[in-house]
């Protein structure tokens, strides 16, 4: 259920300024989607990103099926902030708390989601490894 994602702080943030109408910047769109696609079926999070007045149904539909196709995962706070430095909207609103942004502290993914990570993770070790070898 979507709701269940206002137990993050910045979750709950951009949930708050997309039913307010704000324009809540790619970036922001994408994060939302990328944490909220776990909590909430396809057309709910198009009714949600269309309340964001910047973007058309169409292009909510676009963002959704982006985020799917690749099956990103949630991004870590790191990432959070390298997004929100190419654009205006915060999608952190707090930069000196670290746990801000860190959605993986506060909400519980389907275990597909962590086990993508895990193979993530040891796909670039092995891929470190073997370019450490080469040189």
Known sequence: MIDDVRANG????????????????HYGRLVFVMVARHFAERDELVRLLTQDRSISE?????????????????P????????????????LTNFNDPDEG??????????SVYAHIGDYREAKARAEDLAQARS
């Open 76 to 91: 870590r706070r790191d990432k959070i902030i390298d997004f929100q430095s190419r654009q205006d909207f915060p999608i």
């Open 58 to 74: 169409a292009h909510a539909r676009e963002v959704v099926a982006q985020v799917e196709q690749a099956d990103y995962s949630p």
């Open 10 to 25: 910045m979750m709950a943030h951009l949930l708050d300024s997309l039913e307010r109408g704000e324009d809540i910047g």
């Open 102 to 111: 860190n959605v993986y502290k506060d909400l519980h993914f389907p275990d």
